[in-house]
């Protein structure tokens, strides 16, 4: 099952403003997919950037919750 991060998660993960996440979307360093009206990061595309096999857990609070192929069926 694939994991999908919001844009405020992975800002958290990296310790960064959700703008800085933007910005390294915009300039194409990472790639999102929409699921609905909402971009998401999935979790390989998150490796692939970090270079690691490791992801975040599921550390977010709120709605920034990560969002799984089960959950949008």
Known sequence: MTA???IASIANYFGVHPATVRK???RGELKTVR???RERISAAE???YTG??????NS???T??????DSIL
């Open 24 to 26: 390294m979307i915009d």
């Open 52 to 57: 690691t096999v490791e992801v975040p857990e």
């Open 46 to 48: 998150l490796r692939r």
């Open 4 to 6: 999908f991060y919001t």
């Open 60 to 62: 977010t609070t709120g």
């Open 35 to 37: 699921i609905g009206r």
């Open 64 to 69: 920034n919750e990560n969002v799984t192929n």
